[in-house]
């Protein structure tokens, strides 16, 4: 989600004509405390985890449009009221009514009322992946650790030929001689001259195991490994941009970053504009612009292409009059390769 969303918070706003207005200047300027980068980062990540967000149009000067400031409203804090919304921002709850808050629903919205998060599928994905780290934290907590044990040998001898076999004592109790073992004796000793909790002797044979070596020889990312694959599946992101991806060749990374704009990155962006321009539609007309992606060289490239093919097929069914200027025309609007009469 943050790969996503970073990319979407890089995608530059431009005016259809060129010039500023005041639509194009608040999506630069959204907020006293925000860049666009970091508002559309924010305004993304949100959309993504709960498969809706919601921006609060907050005026400081009522019906002035200059004074206000565009909000990221956290889904998880948001309460739905009959008409008015409540939710927390910067540790303040507030309740506003509908009309002051911009609803945005993720581009795989499905064909119900209710926005479904692209994470509610993967809650297995996430067990396990937590899972793995925990398990991997206990073996990095443990890794210090050496764990002594008995030879397989000498497991089974009686404990009486060990450290715990009594030795004689000059030692009286109330109940007659002192009774210890050689571990007691020998740890006196040690005690005695300042080597406790160093030296531990043992007359067994003892294997001795640390965990640290231990460590090396789990592999958690293949724990996980089929996880990961199905969160980049949910969110269209290509394994070849992950550290999965690691026989990625350069020419591969870069069809992915192709399909990953042609898949998130831009629906994602042209639906926040559209979104802009019906709520503001006195306020200017903006667009996204790709233009400073390397990936959209390719992929305009590819568009321009297919634009060409279609005008030429187009063009044979005018001139044999199968068509008509009218239908021509209209063809080339539904696919978006002229806009209002005029090329894109």
């Given at each position: 989600?943050?790969?996503?969303?970073?990319?979407?918070?890089?995608?530059?706003?431009e005016?259809?004509?060129?010039?500023?207005?005041e639509?194009?200047?608040?999506?630069?300027?959204?907020?006293?405390?925000?860049?666009?980068?970091?508002?559309?980062?924010?305004?993304?990540?949100?959309?993504?985890?709960?498969?809706?967000?919601?921006?609060?149009?907050?005026?400081?000067?009522?019906?002035?449009?200059?004074?206000?400031?565009?909000?990221?409203?956290?889904?998880?804090?948001?309460?739905?009221?009959?008409?008015?919304?409540?939710?927390?921002?910067?540790?303040?709850?507030?309740?506003v009514d509908?009309?002051?808050?911009?609803?945005?629903?993720d581009?795989?919205?499905c064909?119900t009322?209710?926005?479904i998060?692209?994470?509610?599928?993967?809650?297995?994905?996430?067990?396990?992946?937590?899972?793995?780290?925990?398990?991997?934290?206990?073996?990095?907590?443990?890794?210090?650790?050496?764990?002594?044990?008995?030879?397989?040998?000498?497991?089974?001898?009686?404990?009486?030929?060990?450290?715990?076999?009594?030795?004689?004592?000059?030692?009286?109790?109330?109940?007659?001689?002192?009774?210890?073992?050689?571990?007691?004796?020998?740890?006196?000793?040690?005690?005695?001259?300042?080597?406790?909790?160093r030296?531990?002797?043992?007359?067994?044979?003892?294997?001795?195991?640390?965990?640290?070596?231990?460590?090396?020889?789990?592999?958690?990312h293949?724990?996980?490994?089929?996880?990961?694959?199905a969160?980049?599946?949910?969110?269209?992101?290509?394994?070849?941009?992950?550290?999965?991806?690691?026989?990625?060749?350069?020419?591969?990374?870069?069809?992915?970053?192709?399909?990953?704009?042609?898949?998130?990155?831009?629906?994602?962006?042209?639906?926040?504009?559209?979104?802009m321009?019906?709520?503001f539609?006195?306020r200017?007309?903006?667009?996204?612009s790709?233009?400073?992606?390397?990936?959209?060289?390719?992929?305009?490239?590819?568009?321009?292409?297919?634009?060409?093919?279609?005008?030429?097929?187009?063009?044979?069914?005018?001139?044999?009059?199968?068509?008509?200027?009218?239908?021509?025309?209209?063809?080339?609007?539904t696919?978006?390769?002229?806009?209002?009469?005029?090329?894109?």
């Open positions: 989600m943050n790969q996503i969303a970073k990319r979407v918070s890089n995608v530059k706003f005016s259809l004509d060129g010039r500023s207005n639509l194009l200047e608040k999506i630069n300027n959204p907020n006293n405390y925000q860049t666009k980068v970091e508002f559309l980062k924010e305004f993304c990540i949100f959309l993504l985890s709960s498969g809706y967000t919601a921006i609060w149009k907050k005026y400081n000067a009522f019906g002035v449009f200059s004074s206000l400031e565009l909000i990221n409203i956290n889904p998880d804090t948001i309460g739905f009221n009959l008409n008015s919304i409540s939710f927390t921002h910067q540790a303040i709850k507030h309740t509908y009309e002051q808050i911009i609803f945005f629903y581009i795989r919205k064909d009322d209710y926005a998060s692209r994470l509610k599928p993967l809650k297995s994905q996430i067990d396990n992946i937590r899972n793995a780290q925990k398990a991997k934290g206990i073996q990095i907590d443990n890794s210090g650790t050496t764990i002594v044990s008995p030879k397989a040998s000498t497991s089974n001898n009686i404990m009486e030929e060990g450290l715990d076999g009594p030795v004689p004592t000059k030692v009286m109790g109330p109940n007659g001689m002192i009774q210890k073992t050689q571990k007691e004796v020998m740890e006196e000793k040690l005690t005695s001259r300042g080597l406790k909790n030296i531990i002797v043992s007359s067994k044979g003892m294997d001795a195991v640390n965990l640290s070596a231990q460590l090396n020889n789990v592999k958690f293949e724990i996980v490994e089929t996880d990961v694959l969160f980049c599946d949910a969110f269209s992101f290509p394994p070849e941009l992950t550290p999965y991806g690691k026989r990625a060749t350069f020419d591969n990374k870069e069809l992915a970053e192709i399909a990953l704009m042609e898949s998130e990155i831009i629906p994602i962006s042209e639906n926040f504009a559209k979104s321009m019906s709520v539609p006195k200017g007309e903006v667009f996204p790709f233009k400073h992606i390397n990936a959209m060289s390719l992929i305009e490239e590819r568009i321009q292409k297919t634009n060409g093919t279609t005008i030429d097929q187009l063009t044979v069914l005018l001139e044999k009059e199968i068509i008509s200027k009218e239908e021509f025309r209209k063809i080339l609007q696919k978006k390769i002229i806009e209002n009469g005029k090329s894109r």
